[in-house]
């Protein structure tokens, strides 16, 4: 990972969306279970519903399906998955704890916002306008058919490029494996939460700095 000390000049946060910014576990919960029961699948607890997210729609349906599943089966799963996400997408939306105050900080440090995620853009889009309405984020990359997701990099670095800001100034914050290979991958300074849905015990990757909560990410800025 980047070495770099406290207040050393990042310029941009980009975050990930579920499970960072945003609390969407029962909203997630509640659409897949309704989708796999449509197709007569096995259901989850909304613990277990935890372990599906970090990859979106099409994540969750690798995740339940065997590896040598028919594409025809997959893709009924997501597009049942996609049908439920239409009516549930926001039930029970928020921000957790902590959130608008770092934002707020964040702001007025002048410092710049994006997102990352691998939540549909069209969700993802949603997600914001309903919850992070009050702040500007420079960009909102969410996924989108044939363009590569995390951990790929491509999506911070799309960010940086189009803004100008340097990989040593930017700051990639998540709370899943997946988004901690993505800052590895993109060269730039990564921040694991371990409020979201990620588990720092199982983690095998060394993140640049561990959080408990929202505002201890304000002390390298």
């Known amino acids: 990972m980047v070495n770099k000390e406290k207040n050393m000049g990042f310029k941009i946060a980009i975050f990930d969306l579920d499970g960072t910014l945003v609390d969407s576990l029962e909203a997630i919960s509640k659409l897949t279970n309704l989708a796999f029961e449509e197709l007569g699948m096995e259901t989850y607890s909304i613990e277990m519903a935890r372990t599906l997210i970090g990859n979106g729609v099409v994540g969750i349906a690798d995740k339940v399906l065997p590896q040598n599943c028919d594409l025809e089966k997959r893709d009924k799963v997501i597009e049942a998955i996609r049908k439920y996400y239409n009516e549930y997408w926001?039930?029970?939306?928020?921000?957790?704890?902590?959130?608008?105050?770092?934002?707020?900080?964040?702001?007025?440090?002048?410092?710049?916002?994006?997102?990352?995620?691998?939540?549909?853009?069209?969700?993802?889009?949603?997600?914001?306008?309903?919850?992070?309405?009050?702040?500007?984020?420079?960009?909102?990359v969410g996924a989108v058919d044939g363009i590569p997701r995390k951990p790929k990099p491509n999506g911070i670095e799309h960010i940086l490029e189009e803004h100008g800001i340097n990989k040593s100034e930017a700051v990639y914050i998540g709370d899943m494996r997946v988004d901690i290979e993505t800052a590895i991958n993109a060269e730039v300074y990564g921040v694991f939460c371990e409020w979201g849905f990620g588990d720092i015990e199982t983690l095998d990757l060394k993140p640049d700095l561990t959080v408990k909560i929202p505002k201890e990410i304000l002390k390298i800025f």
Do not use: M, S
């Not at 105050?101 to 440090?109: G, H, Q, R």
């Not at 691998?118 to 420079?138: S, Y």
């Open 90 to 140: 926001d039930y029970n939306l928020k921000l957790y704890d902590g959130v608008e105050e770092l934002l707020d900080k964040l702001t007025k440090k002048g410092i710049k916002l994006a997102i990352n995620t691998n939540k549909d853009q069209k969700f993802a889009d949603e997600t914001v306008k309903r919850t992070l309405k009050k702040w500007k984020f420079l960009n909102v």
